[in-house]
């Protein structure tokens, strides 16, 4: 059995490539997080007695207050008594 040599090219990126690059992930995330809570109301409606959309949006806002702590503003950790 032969083996190969492995190369690995490193290729050098800039702070600003790199933040530039992760606010395009971002907003594209944003984006689609907007599409599936708009088809999430959606399918809440045809059950909207399934507590189960409730107790996921109550997770989800969790996580987006989280977030939205990790960018600098800590209102809604504060609002909801959350620990950051």
């Known amino acids: 059995m032969s083996s190969m040599q492995r190369t690995n090219k490193q290729t050098k990126q800039t702070a ?17 997080i907007a599409a599936r809570l708009d088809q999430h109301q959606k399918d809440q409606t045809q059950e909207p007695a399934n507590w189960g959309y409730a107790g996921d949006l109550g997770r989800v806002t969790e996580e987006l207050a989280y977030v939205l702590a990790g960018l600098g503003d800590h209102s809604a950790v504060d609002a909801k008594g959350l620990e950051y």
């Open 16 to 32: 600003a490539e790199c933040y530039a690059a992760r606010h395009a992930e971002c907003a594209d995330l944003l984006k689609r």
